[in-house]
């Protein structure tokens, strides 16, 4: 396959506006995707739209709106500056000089469809996908594929050729430009006693079944750790976000940080490595939620780290995944 001439960065997605109304219909479109919810439609769709559809947009979008800025959604705005700061960082080589690059969402918009139609009209011919998932999960990195292969089996008039990136968990720049992050905030605020890395959670089922998901973020937690020199007691790896009554990915984050407090850990330091936008998981259930868990539970300080948004590191990084890291064909 020849040289990709567009860059397609697609990460998760976001209401359009921090309101029930909104709300809805953004995880109507997300948890309607077998990918992220694996029970029969038969037995889910009552549950999601008898009870979850009606209940959870309230109160989600009071947790939006604690982490809305004047420019629109967390999410929305990092993503965003992230393709513009990768398409001038191109636009300034000679050899990536002719690239194109765009972004989209999973769910909600700029969806997928556009951001491949916009790269289209634009003159690109192959198309390299890169979802902002470090980790690979059927949930996230695959529910994208399938997007692609739709697009694809459509039939649509001048489709580029596509390929995907799967996952960058391990590689050097994005554990290089984590680190970066680490050490910039210690520089200006201090060490704390603990560097605690929460993912995003996972059923522990997906797991049992094959997904490779833990096992990509624990290695991404030991290849920091390393970066930054930090011993087993210095650091703890969890898991966040938890949905549902089925078990998930263990260690929890939350009461991890209680039981720390618990044991006399005055400063505990927070990155989230999964994430590479700062978004509601981030913002809010972590600067928020796990914060006064911690603070109420004997803690003294406790240090989220931003996530790597529009760092240098990162967009160097991301040049290198998305001009170098293998994709296969879609």
Request: hydrophobic share 45%; with cysteine; proline share 7%.
């Amino acid at each position: 396959m020849r040289r990709a001439d567009g860059i397609l960065l697609v990460n998760l997605g976001t209401p359009a506006a921090p309101t029930a109304a909104a709300v809805r219909s953004y995880l109507a479109e997300f948890l309607s995707d077998p990918r992220v919810v694996e029970l029969p439609r038969l037995l889910w769709w009552p549950i999601l739209h008898g009870i979850v559809l009606r209940l959870r947009p309230a109160r989600s979008a009071e947790k939006y709106a604690a982490v809305w800025t004047a420019q629109g959604s967390p999410l929305a705005v990092h993503t965003a500056r992230q393709a513009a700061l990768l398409a001038a960082q191109l636009a300034g080589s000679p050899a990536t000089a002719g690239l194109r690059v765009a972004h989209a969402m999973r769910y909600g918009a700029p969806s997928i469809a556009d951001g491949v139609a916009q790269l289209s009209a634009q003159g690109c011919t192959t198309l390299r996908v890169v979802p902002l998932y470090p980790q690979y999960a059927r949930s996230t990195t695959l529910s994208v594929r399938d997007v692609l292969e739709a697009l694809r089996l459509a039939g649509r008039a001048n489709l580029p050729a596509l390929e995907m990136v799967e996952d960058f968990h391990q590689h050097p720049a994005y554990i290089a430009a984590l680190a970066a992050g680490v050490r910039r905030h210690w520089a200006a605020q201090g060490q704390g006693e603990v560097l605690l890395m929460s993912f995003h959670g996972l059923p522990k089922r997906a797991v049992q079944r094959g997904d490779p998901y833990e096992r990509h973020c624990r290695a991404t937690a030991r290849q920091l750790a390393q970066a930054l020199a930090l011993d087993e007691q210095r650091t703890r790896v969890t898991f966040q976000s938890r949905f549902g009554p089925a078990q998930w990915l263990e260690p929890y984050t939350e009461p991890t940080l209680e039981a720390l407090a618990r044991d006399g850990v005055r400063r505990v330091d927070v990155v989230t490595p999964g994430f590479v936008a700062d978004c509601l998981e981030t913002l809010e259930e972590i600067g928020l939620g796990a914060r006064a868990a911690f603070l109420d539970r004997g803690g003294r300080e406790f240090h989220l780290l931003p996530c790597l948004n529009e760092s240098a590191e990162w967009i160097d990084a991301l040049a290198q995944i998305a001009l170098e890291h293998p994709a296969p064909p879609v």
